[in-house]
């Protein structure tokens, strides 16, 4: 796992938006999929719920609280 992918993973938490978060990253919205993709599947489970709006699943939410508390 690296730092780079958790950043992307935070990003696309905060703005609820893959979209949103390329642009606010300075990134490609393929560029961040594929990193989500590959945390998601270095994790072993989907860290959003994709469809009009994305949010969290259980294991996002898990993650996403392990890595605030880490920081």
Do not use: W
Not at 47 to 55: E, K, P, V
């Amino acid at each position: 796992m690296n730092f780079l992918n958790i950043k992307y993973f935070m990003a696309i938490a905060e703005e609820q938006n893959i979209s949103a978060a390329a642009r606010k990253l300075y990134v490609s919205q393929q560029s961040l999929s594929e990193h989500l993709k590959k945390l998601e599947n270095e994790i072993g489970a989907p860290l959003f719920i994709r469809g009009n709006t994305i949010t969290l699943t259980v294991a996002g939410e898990c993650f996403l609280e392990g890595d605030r508390k880490s920081t």
